[in-house]
């Protein structure tokens, strides 16, 4: 169930005592990729909210088989302002980008990419893959650092094992495991939570933190609300206690936190920014950099955004047409 109330009144909760308000968030449908697209399910963002903290964007796929739908081949594509997660539970994809970075992603391993101020890259799965099962995420950089250069960090944590449950813990810090990644956005949590059949875990967190869990297999109850497969159950801030059961299948979850963002971004396609006219800008930059329109004067003498081609690159992705309204900031 979700709460509907458009204005619910404030409560105060006691140390320990569970949330109970959460909003459960349901996956739209997108397909990705060729003629054979391959079908991802999207909860963030999405009109009635657009972040969980920094957290702006969670596509869940599969599992997928490749032979079916061609895999993931997603083309040399644009980001600024933000950074991708990647996590896979099946399969690998090759990611490759224009600072170079040729690394594969693989199950249970963190593959971070810190856009900054603007890079490209690609994404295809690896040839001897069957079947592709994953998330992508992207958070969004807080003012004060996304202009700041693009990074890769890849990192492989070590399941915490509690009665029932193992925890992965690939960003920030839960149950006494603490990713050493910098993100430069602070008080962020992203984790992955196996549970057996019937488990329950109860996770002390905190309070100034909104969290959600995503269903990733099976259904799950969230603080007691039912959430079931490829849903997302929202908790906003002021619990420091959060309740996560699975039904008699088992499940695994995806748990994301963080302390609200705080700031109005505006998102179209792979870009980040603050305005209408900024989005317009870096659109304008990547198709003239990438040689989809003529060059401008004004970028005469001005750093690359988005860098040169890398070997192995795909030819790079055009930018679809601005839309005709002005584009509106989320909160």
Request: with cysteine; net charge negative.
């Amino acid at each position: 169930m979700s709460n509907q109330e458009r204005n619910p009144p404030e409560r105060l909760l006691e140390p320990g005592q569970l949330c109970t308000d959460v909003e459960v968030l349901t996956p739209r449908e997108v397909p990705l990729g060729g003629i054979r697209a391959m079908t991802v399910y999207r909860t963030l963002p999405q009109k009635q909210r657009s972040l969980v903290g920094a957290w702006c964007f969670l596509d869940h796929y599969g599992p997928d088989d490749v032979a079916d739908t061609g895999g993931m081949e997603v083309p040399r594509h644009p980001h600024t302002g933000l950074a991708t997660v990647s996590w896979l539970f099946t399969g690998r994809i090759d990611h490759l980008d224009s600072n170079g970075v040729d690394a594969a992603v693989l199950p249970g391993e963190l593959n971070l990419m810190i856009a900054g101020r603007g890079i490209t890259h690609q994404e295809i799965s690896a040839p001897d893959t069957t079947v592709l099962h994953g998330v992508q995420l992207w958070y969004a950089l807080p003012d004060a650092t996304r202009f700041s250069d693009h990074d890769f960090t890849h990192y492989v944590p070590e399941p915490v094992e509690l009665p029932g449950v193992s925890v992965r813990v690939f960003i920030g810090s839960l149950l006494g495991s603490t990713s050493p990644v910098q993100t430069r956005t602070p008080d962020l949590l992203g984790a992955e939570l196996t549970l057996d059949p019937g488990a329950e875990v109860l996770l002390d967190l905190r309070a100034d933190f909104e969290h959600a869990a995503l269903a990733e297999t099976g259904s799950i109850l969230v603080n007691g609300s039912p959430v079931q497969h490829r849903e997302l159950g929202y908790v906003p801030t002021g619990a420091d206690t959060l309740r996560i059961s699975a039904g008699p299948d088992g499940a695994r979850v995806i748990l994301l936190g963080g302390v609200p963002l705080g700031e109005q971004i505006v998102m179209w396609w792979n870009f980040i920014g603050r305005s209408h006219d900024e989005i317009v800008e870096f659109r304008r930059r990547y198709q003239a950099e990438l040689g989809f329109e003529p060059a401008d004067p004004r970028d005469e003498g001005s750093p690359a955004l988005f860098g040169p081609y890398a070997d192995g690159q795909l030819p790079a992705l055009p930018a679809p047409p601005m839309p005709t309204v002005t584009l509106r900031p989320r909160e």
